[in-house]
């Protein structure tokens, strides 16, 4: 009964929250003579603070209206151009002017972590100037009814396949936090059947491959735990009235309080220090604040057999680096991986997923050739920073770029091939 607590805790506060917003309103006013004191931005800023802290944050938009090309600022239009129960895929599509190159077409694999692909933003705004982007775009499974069926790991493999096939050969994929793992399983498995719509390159970033290497909190906590009591403590039942009536998931409102746990003093003091901003009239700090937690604070429901499968597999037994995981009934074979170039990039200071657990991929592909695979760890980043903020842009969005296009089709097409001319030397 935890969840429906939840919905009615969130139910009785709402007349609260409600007349908080309206008392903030009031006394921002500007033509209430308070609003131009301190004591009339410390009431504002007061209710402000109440509002947001009890409030249930909705999903956000990209708002990504346009991007710079070669200079050239061009409008960027949101498609979906591939639907499933459990995700869309969503294409950002430039207007380009005639005769220009799109780029690589890179597919963003989004976590299905408990946040909503939209914590990709800064990933997607910076790699559009460069390629032709698409992400998935998981839905919160408390909103897809339960007659669409079950969703586990191996159903999320199966979409990543469904998708680069979608989309065709010379695709670029690039697998963020907790895809890396379905990511890597399905390349391998396209690799195995010899598909010809296997991307031409694969990224790992900040990714949980081998999570026996430098364990962080968020590891030891399913080794000292059985799965029994993940299944017993964290999955429940979607209340009445959302779509997904009686669905079991692992809450996103539980999730949401695991990852503040970690540092609850940072958010506290950061909600402390919006206040003292708020008081201070300090508009562009509030708002940076402001948006920050419109995105850290919103998400989703994943699905209990999902969940499970993915602790299992990847935390507890440590399947796919050990040569054991399975994908339905077929072993998944990472020395299948030949022809697909490999990119793994870590943060030093990356406290979710530690250094080596993602380069931990380049030692068990074995058989992908050296000169196809190349791993990079940021300086003085943490989890957040291996795909967004000013380093990414700087520093690992650039390698992204052209590492697709160093191993696309196309670069392989155009670079010249040794021709030896009988008599004479190699040209």
């Known amino acids: ?30 033509l209430n003579p308070w609003s131009h004191t301190v004591v009339g931005r410390s009431f504002s ?24 090309v070669d200079g050239e600022t061009v409008t960027v239009e949101e498609e979906i151009v591939w639907r499933k129960p459990f995700c869309d895929l969503i294409h950002f599509k430039r207007h380009l002017s005639a005769g220009v190159d799109k780029g690589p077409r890179i597919l963003i694999v989004a976590p299905m972590s408990g946040h909503y692909a939209t914590l990709l933003r800064g990933t997607v705004e910076a790699l559009i100037q460069s390629a032709d982007v698409y992400i998935t775009d998981w839905i919160d499974a408390r909103m897809v009814p339960v007659t669409e069926g079950d969703f586990d ?18 695709t670029h994929v690039v697998g963020v936090c907790q895809p890396s793992v379905p990511v890597l399983a399905a390349v391998a498995v396209m690799e195995d059947d010899g598909d010809t719509c296997a991307p ?18 968020v590891n030891q906590l399913a080794q000292d735990k059985p799965l029994e009591w993940f299944r017993d403590n964290v999955v429940m039942q979607v209340p009445w009235p959302q779509p997904g009536f009686m669905r079991q998931v ?32 300090d508009g562009d700090s509030a708002e940076k604040h402001r948006d920050f937690y419109d995105e850290y604070l919103a998400v989703m429901d994943l699905t209990a057999e ?9 935390f507890i037994k440590h399947s796919l680096p050990k040569g054991e995981m399975m994908h339905r009934t077929k072993r998944v074979d990472m020395t299948a991986i030949r022809n697909v170039a490999l990119l793994t990039v870590e943060g030093e200071n990356d406290d979710i997923s530690g250094v080596g657990q993602t380069k931990a991929a380049q030692t068990i592909c074995t058989n992908i050739p050296e000169h196809m695979r190349m791993h990079y760890m940021q300086p003085d980043v943490g989890h957040y920073g291996v795909f967004n903020g000013s380093r990414f842009r700087r520093e690992i969005a650039p390698r992204i770029i052209q590492f697709a296009l160093t191993h696309g089709k196309k670069a392989k097409a155009t670079t010249p091939v040794k021709r030896v001319i009988k008599g004479g030397k190699a040209l």
Not at 55 to 65: D, E, Q, S, T, V
Not at 153 to 170: M, S
């Open 250 to 281: 692992y809450p996103g409102f539980l999730q949401l309080s695991g990852f503040m746990s970690m540092n609850l003093d940072r958010h506290m003091i950061a909600h402390k220090d919006f206040y003292m901003h708020l008081v201070k009239n």
């Open 306 to 314: 999902f969940y499970l499968q993915t602790v299992d597999t990847v």
């Open 45 to 68: 800023a007061g209710f402000e603070v109440f509002e947001r802290v009890t409030r249930r944050y909705g999903k956000p938009a990209f708002g990504l209206p346009n991007t710079t």
């Open 200 to 217: 031409s390159s694969m990224t790992l970033m900040g990714g949980p491959i081998d999570t026996r290497i430098n364990p962080t909190a």
């Open 153 to 170: 790991l191996d159903d999320y493999i199966d979409y990543v396949i469904d998708i680069l096939h979608h989309l065709g050969p010379d």
């Open 1 to 30: 009964m935890f969840y429906q607590l939840y919905e009615l805790n969130h139910a009785f506060m709402a007349p609260f929250r409600a007349s908080a917003d309206a008392m903030n309103l009031a006394w921002k006013n500007p």
